[in-house]
């Protein structure tokens, strides 16, 4: 642990991992696990690298698109990987990445992936700053480039829809 709540910190302190099985409730009459409740839980384990690097409370601002890859069927367990990719100011990229278990056939596929954007907050929910992140491995590093090409792309987004507001 580090004593100061801004000093910089790696990618690795943030990365968490998150493990559902799915049961009938998740799932449509057809035993397939529903969309909104992979969202649910992609949000989450965002949320916990969020969280576990920030130090604060944070809430999500935005969720790039997900494309669904393969169905999910009850009884498969669901395995979500999160971490920061990059921090700006008060908000930080979080990226999930799902991948679907059958532990009958010992296979593992890649469900899902999504970016979503948490900002940190203090306890009376007004915006705080975030640590640097540190990319260490090469992919790290391909993510947080990424993530900046990412975040220009979000702001001209947002800037037309305001203005289309106006
Ligand atoms: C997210 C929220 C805190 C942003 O507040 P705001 O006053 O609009 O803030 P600003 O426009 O000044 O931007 C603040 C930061 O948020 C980021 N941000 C704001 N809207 C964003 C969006 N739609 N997508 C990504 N980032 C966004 C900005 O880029 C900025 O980041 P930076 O500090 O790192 O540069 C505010 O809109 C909010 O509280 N939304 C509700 C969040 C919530 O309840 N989520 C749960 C889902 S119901």
Known sequence: ???????????????????????????????ALLGGRLMHWIDLAGAMAAHRHSRSYAVTASVDHIDFLVPVR?????????????????????GV????????????????????????????????????VIPETEEQRRRYDDAGRRREIRRTELERRRKAKA
């Open 74 to 94: 009850v009884g498969d367990l669901v395995i979500l990987r999160s971490s920061v990719n990059r921090v700006f100011h008060t908000s930080m990229e979080v």
């Open 97 to 132: 990445k799902v991948f679907v278990e059958n532990y009958i056939a010992d296979t593992s596929q890649h469900v899902a992936s999504a970016h979503l954007t948490f900002v940190a907050v203090d306890a009376k929910g007004n915006r705080v700053k975030v640590a640097p």
């Open 1 to 31: 642990m580090h004593d100061d709540i801004l000093t910089a910190r790696p990618v690795r302190d943030s990365q968490s991992e998150m493990a559902e099985l799915v049961l009938p409730n998740d799932a449509n009459p057809l035993g």
